[in-house]
């Protein structure tokens, strides 16, 4: 079996930097314990389970101020997918130490929707209900932008005349490109006049751009990430629609099934950018694993039960984070 590795795939510098101002801020003892962490720092389990290791408790709940208010005391912590300013005023207002790790991609965008907001622009924005990158905009100028995650939710508007008069578009950081442009072309039919600022950040772009170019000809795309990932999902769904080739979506190498890989040929990997390289890596020396020595790849007799029961790694520590390259 030949196994392509899409590159660029995996951690992006947004996440890298997160995960490193948490391991600081847990090695500090000069930082108020105990420490929390607002919400997943990343969307990946593993990525959390380690920095638990290390003393950090994640919290969740269904927004950020809601899971601000189990906090009494301590030191919180800021995700990469941004806050809003109401929610780091009660943080201040209780006295807890706070700690941003917002990704500096999305902060351009907190930056972006308040200074239309100041020159009198009503924006729609587009991201995904109930992640909490946009619930972070959306709070920087409440009421007077609307989330909008597809054509229905544009029909559903009601702006008053007002609103409609000076319109932007805004964007979520990890959403499909190919959707966006089409949600905006929607947008623009109704609302020609509409500024358009599409801020989809590099890091998701090239992983979406490479699946497209180099899963093309696989017969399977492994995508590995956690199922609450948006990056990890659109590049599923960018093999599947962009680059004709189906997907499948593994949190790690334990949930590889060998039966996809039965007559497969040639098999492409890719990780969502909140995807520790380890994982990533496992699952593509499992795939090499598979090659056949004597060349007849995917004729090889695959193993009755999951990888998970039967592949020992060799133990392997991360070498560095960052884009996994090749
Ligand atoms: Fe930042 Fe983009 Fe990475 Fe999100 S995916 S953390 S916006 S670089």
Same mark, same amino acid.
């Given at each position: 079996?030949?196994?392509?590795?899409?590159?660029?795939?995996? +951690?992006?510098?947004?996440?890298?930097?997160?995960?490193?101002?948490?391991?600081?801020?847990?090695?500090?003892?000069?930082?108020?314990?105990?420490?929390?962490?607002?919400?997943?720092?990343? #969307?990946?389990? #593993?990525?959390?389970?380690?920095?638990?290791?290390?003393?950090?408790?994640?919290?969740?709940?269904?927004?950020?101020?809601?899971?601000?208010?189990?906090?009494?005391?301590?030191?919180?912590?800021?995700?990469?997918?941004?806050?809003?300013?109401?929610?780091?005023?009660?943080?201040?207002?209780?006295?807890?130490?706070?700690?941003?790790?917002?990704?500096?991609?999305?902060?351009?965008?907190?930056?972006?929707?308040?200074?239309?907001?100041?020159?009198?622009?009503?924006?729609?924005?587009?991201?995904?209900?109930? #992640?909490?990158?946009?619930?972070? *905009?959306?709070?920087? *100028?409440?009421?007077?932008?609307?989330?909008?995650?597809?054509?229905?939710?544009?029909?559903?508007?009601?702006?008053?005349?007002?609103?409609?008069?000076?319109? =932007?578009?805004?964007?979520?950081?990890?959403?499909?490109?190919?959707?966006?442009?089409?949600?905006? =072309? +929607?947008?623009?039919?109704? +609302?020609?006049?509409?500024?358009? #600022?599409?801020?989809?950040?590099?890091?998701?772009?090239?992983?979406?751009?490479?699946?497209?170019?180099?899963?093309?000809?696989?017969?399977?795309?492994?995508?590995?990430?956690?199922?609450?990932?948006?990056?990890?999902?659109?590049?599923?769904?960018?093999?599947?629609?962009?680059?004709?080739?189906?997907?499948?979506?593994?949190?790690?190498?334990?949930?590889?099934?060998?039966?996809?890989?039965?007559?497969?040929?040639?098999?492409?990997?890719?990780?969502?950018?909140?995807?520790?390289?380890?994982?990533?890596?496992?699952?593509?020396?499992?795939?090499?694993?598979?090659?056949?020595?004597?060349?007849?790849?995917?004729?090889?007799?695959?193993?009755?039960?999951?990888?998970?029961?039967?592949?020992?790694?060799?133990?392997?520590?991360?070498?560095?984070?960052?884009?996994?390259?090749?």
């Amino acid at each position: 079996m030949e196994v392509i590795k899409i590159s660029p795939r995996g +951690y992006c510098y947004g996440v890298v930097d997160a995960l490193q101002i948490v391991r600081k801020t847990a090695k500090d003892p000069q930082q108020p314990r105990p420490i929390y962490i607002i919400g997943q720092i990343v #969307h990946n389990r #593993h990525a959390i389970e380690e920095l638990t290791a290390l003393g950090v408790i994640t919290l969740d709940g269904p927004d950020r101020a809601s899971i601000l208010e189990q906090v009494k005391e301590g030191t919180v912590i800021f995700t990469a997918h941004g806050v809003s300013p109401l929610v780091k005023q009660r943080a201040r207002e209780r006295g807890l130490n706070c700690i941003d790790a917002t990704c500096p991609d999305v902060t351009v965008t907190h930056d972006l929707v308040r200074d239309l907001v100041a020159k009198g622009y009503y924006i729609l924005y587009i991201g995904k209900k109930g #992640h909490p990158e946009p619930e972070g *905009v959306l709070g920087e *100028v409440p009421g007077h932008i609307s989330l909008i995650e597809n054509e229905a939710d544009v029909d559903a508007l009601a702006l008053t005349p007002q609103q409609q008069e000076k319109l =932007a578009i805004s964007t979520q950081t990890t959403l499909s490109q190919w959707d966006t442009r089409r949600v905006i =072309a +929607y947008i623009k039919e109704k +609302y020609p006049h509409a500024e358009v #600022h599409i801020d989809i950040c590099a890091a998701t772009q090239s992983r979406q751009e490479a699946v497209v170019a180099q899963a093309k000809g696989a017969d399977l795309t492994i995508v590995v990430g956690d199922p609450r990932s948006n990056n990890t999902n659109r590049l599923v769904q960018v093999s599947e629609e962009l680059a004709g080739v189906p997907a499948v979506r593994i949190e790690d190498l334990s949930q590889l099934k060998t039966e996809w890989l039965q007559g497969k040929k040639r098999v492409a990997v890719t990780a969502g950018a909140s995807t520790p390289s380890q994982l990533t890596r496992e699952v593509i020396r499992f795939l090499e694993q598979f090659s056949i020595p004597d060349g007849k790849s995917g004729e090889h007799p695959i193993p009755a039960a999951s990888p998970a029961g039967q592949y020992t790694m060799k133990s392997e520590k991360a070498k560095s984070e960052g884009t996994e390259q090749g």
